[in-house]
T-cell receptor
Framework: TQLLEQSPQFLSIQEGENLTVYCNSS?????LQWYRQEPGEGPVLLVT?????EVKKLKRLTFQFGDARKDSSLHITAAQPGDTGLYLC?????????????FGKGTLLTVNP | GAGVSQSPSNKVTEKGKDVELRCDPI?????LYWYRQSLGQGLEFLIY????????KSGLPSDRFSAERTGGSVSTLTIQRTQQEDSAVYLC???????????FGPGTRLTVL
């Protein structure tokens, strides 16, 4: 069974601070996705990384996929209250299971004004 | 429609009753997925449809859970003889193909008293 561990589980910071959340596994994934979920809504995809060592930037968000494709990190620079939400990482299956996503439990981020 | 819709948004039921949860995917999306999100847990895969067929039902927790999809569109998740541990948010997602971007609906929050 593939598992994804996310840390920290909860994070409360002040506006303007930087933060990093982590997503780790003992399994190799074909891809790694990051989602953000707000209360009462479904997760919304932020980014997909597929190549070991890949780094993607989306404005103030930087995503990295580990060289061995077992771990990933999300770094937010100068956090804003609008960044508040549940951040979920999800590993993509391969071959005949390419439809299946394995999710971590998430990091609940609160950015205080 | 513009996105994935789910109904009802909230459902409160008594232990032992049956419930039906509905998902309307994005028009033209052949793949449809059901996930369950419990408090403090990540999204748990339940079932995957390709058209009207369900190649993977491995995530259904027990035989009280069933799902169907008709006309390659609407899907219904049925839980019979509900138990308190069934309380969770049930999320539906759809995609054009299995490796395509998955769009999630807002979910149905099920509370079993």
């Amino acid at each position: 069974t593939q598992l994804l561990e996310q840390s920290p589980q909860f994070l409360s910071i002040q506006e303007g601070e930087n933060l990093t959340v982590y997503c780790n596994s003992s399994s190799v994934f074909s891809s790694l996705q990051w989602y953000r979920q707000e209360p009462g809504e479904g997760p919304v995809l932020l980014v997909t990384v597929v190549t070991g060592g890949e780094v993607k930037k989306l404005k103030r968000l930087t995503f990295q996929f580990g060289d061995a494709r077992k771990d990933s990190s999300l770094h937010i620079t100068a956090a804003q209250p609008g960044d508040t939400g549940l951040y979920l990482c999800a590993g993509g299956g391969s071959g005949g299971s390419n439809y299946k996503l394995t999710f971590g439990k998430g990091t609940l981020l609160t950015v205080n004004p | 429609g513009a996105g994935v819709s789910q109904s009802p948004s909230n459902k409160v039921t008594e232990k032992g009753k049956d419930v039906e949860l509905r998902c309307d995917p994005i028009s033209g999306h052949t793949a449809l997925y059901w996930y369950r999100q419990s408090l403090g847990q990540g999204l748990e895969f339940l079932i995957y449809f390709q058209g009207n067929s369900a190649p993977d039902k491995s995530g259904l927790p027990s035989d009280r859970f069933s799902a169907e999809r008709t006309g390659g569109s609407v899907s219904t998740l049925t839980i019979q003889r509900t138990q308190q541990e069934d309380s969770a948010v049930y999320l539906c997602a759809s995609s054009l193909a299995t490796t395509s971007l998955k769009f999630f609906g807002p979910g149905t929050r099920l509370t079993v008293l």
